[in-house]
């Protein structure tokens, strides 16, 4: 792998406002550098150059043609308007299989920091989402700013990422803009660093600007705002997709439905209120992104006002008539979106705690009419208690007549008439063998059961003392 070369521009020879190295040794860039996680093994970057009024997109450049480039920035100090380089935006995209993962090694980004001399405070966008920042160099001597750098970023999803309504709890397919841009003001020239890009924003932009340089160099932030509408384009076509699943489930609403039912469409809405949720961060740092990049250009605005001051020439410095309101309208947007956000999180939860009424409405339903089947059980009961007590009177009336008849049907009592036409009762010798054998029977059957109740209460009281005892046991 090439080694990268430490390339000072001729902007920091003549000033000296940059200490490179105490750049790269601060804390939050030895850790963003050091971190293997968020680079790859070798280097791919798209690179466009504009030449005063014509742009051309230089694809997939490897590692050495990169830190070529990087060797040759500014160094043709002789070359003309024409030829030169004016404005260069290097593209470097995030890994297929990592998303957080650049398509960049360490080395690599580390010597763009040092050829462009890019704040380590940039580094820690690497890392996780920060706020934008800027820095101005001034001459030691004049005073004057003569190197203008700032940085934003933005959240950008895929509209494709919610159609599924995926009622897992994981994150929206995203991925996090970053874009640092370098002006020397010296010399007129403008560096973009520009991370994780999509595809079809690139080439959006390059079919827009590859004829526009002239106006690109008259209107400096013209490149910032392409991002930041292009941003904003994103955002709205991402929100738009909530409108139809929220107008569609809203329609669903069915009093006659199941619990079943209502428990399906209350996971609907708990997935959509947690997805605007995460969408509704998205335009909390996309906020102070466009409030950064109106600043920056009323920065721009007035150090050119302070120029025409100086040499009265009007015509050869920056034209910022046709960026007055374009924040405004963009701030203003943003906040359409904002209330969009909102009013679909408002709908959604007003969703929820219907369907939640719905089902607990249901539920009261359900248990009214156990209450009445438990009624009706109850009345079954008491009518069976009635029928059972009719049986036990009427066996109570007729049990005495059955005991008697099944006595004198043994065969120990016995009936006959003698001679003269008398009727004659007679008993046999063995009638003792009735309560002889019935008694001790009758004895053993109630000892049994006895003792059976016996056995059980005796078993639940040594129970109950052992929880006493060990009132850890069996709990």
């Known amino acids: 792998m090439a080694k990268a070369k430490t390339f000072t521009p001729p902007h920091e020879r003549e000033a000296d406002c940059y200490k490179v190295h105490d750049i790269l040794c601060t804390p939050d860039a030895k850790k963003a550098f050091g971190n293997d996680r968020w680079f790859s093994a070798s280097s791919t970057a798209d690179v466009f150059d504009m030449r005063g009024a014509y742009g051309v997109m230089r694809h997939n450049l490897g590692d050495r043609q990169i830190f070529d480039m990087l060797e040759e920035a500014y160094a043709d100090t002789e070359a003309t308007p024409e030829d030169m380089v004016h404005t260069r935006i290097l593209f470097i995209d995030e890994a297929q299989e990592d998303l957080d993962r650049l398509q960049c090694t360490s080395e690599l980004l580390q010597a763009i920091f040092q050829t462009y001399c890019i704040s380590s405070r940039v580094a820690r966008l690497l890392e996780r989402q920060h706020m934008p920042g800027r820095v101005v160099q001034y001459d ?266 099944g006595i004198f049907g043994m065969g120990f009592f016995n009936t006959d008439t003698d001679d003269n036409g008398n009727i004659r009762f007679s008993v046999s010798s063995n009638w003792w063998w009735y309560p002889a054998l019935t008694i001790p029977m009758t004895a053993a059957t109630m000892l049994t059961v006895v003792g059976r109740k016996l056995g059980e209460k005796w078993k639940k009281d040594k129970l109950a003392r052992g929880r006493f005892e060990n009132p850890g046991v069996g709990c």
């Open 140 to 405: 030691s001597i004049t005073q004057k700013p003569i190197h203008h750098q700032f940085w934003y970023s933005a959240i950008l999803r895929s509209g494709e990422s919610i159609t599924c309504l995926d009622s897992s709890k994981s994150v929206l397919g995203w991925k996090r803009l970053c874009v640092w841009v370098g002006r020397n003001l010296s010399a007129g020239t403008t560096i973009m660093l520009v991370l994780r890009c999509p595809k079809d924003m690139k080439t959006e932009l390059i079919d827009g600007f590859s004829d526009k340089g002239e106006l690109v160099m008259r209107q400096p932030m013209l490149l910032n705002a392409f991002f930041a509408q292009n941003s904003l384009q994103k955002a709205d076509k991402f929100t738009e997709t909530w409108a139809d699943p929220i107008y569609e489930w809203e329609r669903k609403v069915d009093e006659n439905g199941t619990t079943s039912d209502f428990t399906a469409r209350t996971r609907v809405f708990l997935t959509l209120a947690r997805q605007i949720t995460q969408v509704a961060t998205d335009y909390d740092i996309l906020g102070p992104a466009l409030h950064h990049l109106k600043t920056e250009h009323e920065w721009i605005a007035a150090q050119s006002d302070d120029r025409h001051l100086e040499t009265g020439d009007s015509t050869a410095d920056v034209d910022n008539t046709g960026f007055k309101d374009v924040w405004d309208v963009y701030l203003s947007e943003l906040q359409l979106l904002k209330s969009y956000a909102e009013l679909y999180k408002t709908r959604t939860q007003l969703a929820i705690n219907e369907c939640f009424a719905l089902i607990n409405q249901r539920d009261a339903e359900i248990n009214i009419k156990m209450a009445k089947e438990s009624t009706k059980i109850a009345r079954s009961s008491h009518e069976d208690g009635q029928s059972l007590r009719t049986i036990q009177i009427l066996t109570m009336i007729f049990l005495p007549a059955s005991l008697f008849s």
